[in-house]
């Protein structure tokens, strides 16, 4: 792509004006792909995020999945996550729009939805053969186009600066933030990820946690070298809580 500077990633865009499911596509060619490989689209009919929740997907977003192929232990997974929320945070920041993270995987402008991130793939308990993360960020997209029921926890870049963006350059500093925290993960730099992503978190608030076993409440403390989140309870006793799940809501 003209004026895309990576090394690693971007060096292959595949773009569709319409698919299915930019993760769904990329997991179906990761194993014969080389790293880096980029899918986009400008409209996603069956997109979806964790526990296969829709993920609505009109004109005006910007849809991608990135296949990786990190040599590391399966165990720093969620941290990919993690530097998929902080290269949207920091790409908002370049277009002047401050955001906040919600553990684990969304970004939040205003206390409005703004950006989702699934992380999806094959691996061992040993090794990873791929992974295919995915960001779906809402840009120039227009509340009408959305269903009623999310309009109200929704936001785009367009509704706040009152102008579209073009997309390209949007997806073009996202995929340069996206390249600098994948190095900082591939050389293993855990802590400079989690401090980062600790500087961008909502944190200190009283959460909700809604897992099968049964609810939890308390207070969002942080999150473990890992990446589970830590919340302590009324009682004092401090919980961790895993990604993949639980929903959590600020109370």
């Known amino acids: 792509m003209i004026g895309l500077t990576t090394r690693v990633l971007g060096k292959k865009v595949i773009y569709f004006q319409e698919i299915s499911s930019t993760n769904e596509y990329a997991k179906n060619i990761a194993m014969n792909e080389e790293e880096g490989t980029v899918i986009v689209a400008d409209i996603q009919s069956r997109g979806h995020g ?21 040599k590391l232990h399966p165990e720093h997974l969620t941290k990919l996550v993690f530097i998929g929320a902080l290269a949207v945070v920091e790409t908002l920041e370049a277009f002047g729009i401050e955001a906040k993270i919600k553990w684990p995987n969304d970004v939040l402008i205003e206390g409005k939805k703004v950006c989702g991130i699934l992380a999806e793939g094959k691996y061992s308990e040993s090794e990873i053969d791929y ?9 120039n997209i227009d509340k009408n186009d959305l269903p009623e029921n999310i309009r109200m926890h929704s936001i785009s870049l367009k509704e706040v600066l009152g102008a579209e963006i073009p997309i390209e350059e949007v997806f073009k500093v996202l995929i340069r933030r996206l390249e600098h925290w994948y190095a900082v993960f591939k050389e293993e730099k855990y802590e400079d990820i989690l401090q980062k992503w600790r500087e961008y978190a909502i944190l200190g608030r009283k959460v909700r946690i809604i897992r099968e076993e049964g609810e939890i409440e308390g207070v969002a403390l942080g999150v473990d070298e890992l990446g589970a989140l830590i919340v302590e309870t009324s009682t004092g006793k401090r919980e961790k809580i895993i990604y993949g799940d639980v929903s959590l809501r600020y109370a």
């Open 50 to 70: 964790r526990k296969a929740r829709m993920w609505v997907s009109p004109k005006g977003g910007l849809w991608m999945s990135v296949i990786l192929k990190p």
């Open 131 to 139: 992974v295919v993360l995915g960001i779906g960020l809402n840009v």
